[in-house]
């Protein structure tokens, strides 16, 4: 009866604590650290370092000239961001950065899934080469483009308002004109970014089912009425998913009116983007990441806002 007692109260002693359960470090464990263990250094060097940096800067008066003595920079609290809010070439950057992506992500999204459509429905021989035609300007440098659709643009020789003097209209200075500067710039980026958004919807449509269609059409429904309550509803993960990839790309549109319009005329093309790197630039640092900071909490704020609006029912 003793040996039993004993056996029994060592048994207890052994016992981890209830909620304390014990943890053995495995080679399993131990291989993990070691494999993720190189990424986990770079991402803080290059990543959340950096990124952290940048958001202390942020706060302080940092300038060009502090560079050689960082720790010597003064803390300013939010002056930055309210200077950058109050500072009338950002309100003009930030208007026509809206512009761009009202405007720019809504024809977008339609003109690549009208694409999609045409190619899943419409055209079965050659597919892949379309494919290839529409994606081609994705992977086009954006100084390629540039000579492209400034030989287009061209008020006097260019293509497009050579075509409209063959029916007597006379085309205006796209570039160089404030009501037509950044609908043209629009216009590129549409033509340059909807073959990535053709794709997606492209592979979503031959996700779904022909049954589906099938059941529409015994139900009498016509094309359009499929199209409509059937397949868009069944679309609604990739339009999601390419909705918040081309809002995020086109909120920090920077390289078309870099390149096209140097953010004129009158600032009329001036994105966010390219306002802080100019202020970059000009050496004001502290300025410069909170420009940077208030368009991080936008895009953040956006893409909540569409995962709330397209998100699954």
Do not use: C
Not at 1 to 21: C, H, I, K, Y
Not at 38 to 57: E, I
Not at 265 to 285: A, H, K, R
């Amino acid at each position: 009866m003793s040996t039993l007692t004993e056996t029994s109260a060592r048994a207890v002693r052994r016992t981890p604590p209830p909620g304390r359960p014990r943890r053995r470090i495995t080679r399993e464990t131990v291989a993990a650290w070691v494999l993720i263990l190189p990424f986990a250094l770079l991402f803080l060097a290059f990543t959340a370092g950096p990124v952290l940096g940048s958001l202390g800067m942020s706060f302080t008066d940092m300038r060009q000239r502090d560079l050689r003595t960082p720790f010597a920079v003064n803390g300013v609290g939010f002056d930055n961001y309210v200077k950058a809010l109050s500072d009338e070439t950002f309100r003009k950057a930030a208007f026509n950065t809206a512009y761009f992506v009202v405007i720019g992500v809504p024809l977008t999204l339609v003109v690549a899934l009208g694409a999609a459509v045409l190619l899943d429905r419409g055209v079965k021989r050659f597919q892949a080469l379309f494919k290839v035609g529409y994606y081609l300007p994705v992977v086009t440098s954006i100084v390629a483009i540039a000579v492209i659709w400034r030989f287009v643009l061209s008020p006097d020789a260019g293509l497009l308002n050579t075509v409209l003097g063959w029916v007597g209209i006379d085309g205006p200075n796209w570039l160089a004109s404030k009501t037509w500067a950044m609908p043209s710039l629009i216009a590129m980026a549409v033509w340059r970014n909807f073959g990535s958004a053709m794709i997606i919807f492209l592979a979503g449509l031959q996700g779904i089912p022909q049954s589906v269609e099938e059941a529409g059409q015994i139900d009498g429904a016509g094309p359009w009425q499929r199209f409509r309550h059937l397949i868009l509803p069944l679309l609604r993960p990739t339009v999601l998913f390419t909705s918040v990839t081309t809002g995020i790309g086109y909120l920090q549109f920077f390289e078309e009116p870099f390149v096209m319009t140097q953010g004129g005329p009158l600032n009329s093309t001036i994105s966010v983007s390219m306002y802080t790197y100019q202020q970059f630039g000009f050496g004001n640092y502290g300025l410069a990441t909170s420009m940077a900071y208030i368009l991080f909490v936008v895009i953040a704020v956006i893409t909540f806002i569409q995962f709330r609006l397209l998100r699954e029912k």
